[in-house]
């Protein structure tokens, strides 16, 4: 596939359906890896950049023979700024590889359910993204994938700290496990504020939709561990397994007392939602965000026909200005992207309907 094509491709392998995901939209294992004599990417030489991307460029065919999948090097300098938006909206890669595009590279599976950012913070960040709750699958692969880079490079390693990293708290593991969970019910409760001050006292971290230093948009967080070192992959994975199920026990219980107690509220807020949404001809991008919310909400308390998560997931990405630039083929200035945007939203939601209380009630 080719740069162009996944690009142009909006939906992605994390956007499948997956375990828990009326809660849980994805799971994401990263492994930071720096090699040795090498300066970390924030005091490399101009030599010391075309070293490493040689490297990553000649291990392309064995890591393609070794994984039995085709992968492709792509040069973030040779894309365009909304070509790597996309990349960055469907969650392949990070702002900041973006930002060193001069010096920076993505080795991509075609599936694109893997990824190594190079020269990001560190050398290489390896990047497993899966549907649903899957921590224990992400994690095998990932680690399968990091045996075969081991392998060829000489990774930097200590004895003491585990492996080195550009910024010590990723030492240790090297490892940053994170779930993208959806979280409509405790924020319209009240609790969330609490509930995420519990997570942190656990050791974990909760950021917003595009990781740290980002927002929580449309009631979507990301939560993840906060060490790498002194814990092995297991214990972090465990931890945050354990984290994770009482967060979608809580989810899913205050869904269902809120639906016992406000019954009428909430198929107003989703039938409103539905309302505005198949007849809107302008909507900007923070009300589509949290409109987009409210339907996934539906979906979840089983309100809505005709509309799955999968085309949910996909709006994620088709209702971003990179996205809606790219299908118009011109810059579309923000008037012109609402109009654009109201429309594939329109069109999406053609045949999705309120399903009537006596279904609910059966």
Known sequence: MSVEQHCKQAETFWMQDGPDQDVILSTRIRLARNLKQLAFPGHQT???????????????PMLSEKTQSNWQMIRLQELTADQQRILIDKHLMSPMLAEKAESTALLLREDEAVSIMVNEEDHLRLQVLLSGLQLEQAWKLANEIDDVLEAQLEIAFSNEF?????????????????????????VISKKIGSFITGINQLGMVVRGFYGEGTEAIGHIFQISNQISLGQS??????????????VVEEERKTRRQLFTQIPLQLRDRIGRTLGI?????????????Q??????????????????????NGLMVQLQPAWLNQA??????ADQRAVQRAAVM????????????EEKEE
């Open 233 to 246: 992959e297991e214990e972090i994975l465990a931890n945050l397994q354990a984290i994770i199920k009482q």
């Open 291 to 312: 409109k987009l919310s409210d339907l996934r909400l539906g979906v979840e308390l089983d309100l809505l026909e005709h509309l799955t998560y999968q085309e949910l």
């Open 277 to 289: 949404l198949s007849n809107a001809w302008l909507l900007n991008g923070k009300e589509a965000v």
């Open 46 to 60: 101009v030599e010391d950049t075309a070293k490493l991307l040689d490297k990553m460029t000649d291990l392309l």
């Open 162 to 186: 585990g492996y080195i990293t550009a910024c010590p708290t990723n030492a240790g593991t090297g490892l940053r496990a994170s779930v993208m969970v959806h979280l409509p019910a405790l």
């Open 328 to 333: 118009s083929e011109e810059n579309l200035s």
């Open 346 to 357: 329109r069109s999406l939601l053609t045949q999705t309907r309120m399903k009537q209380i």
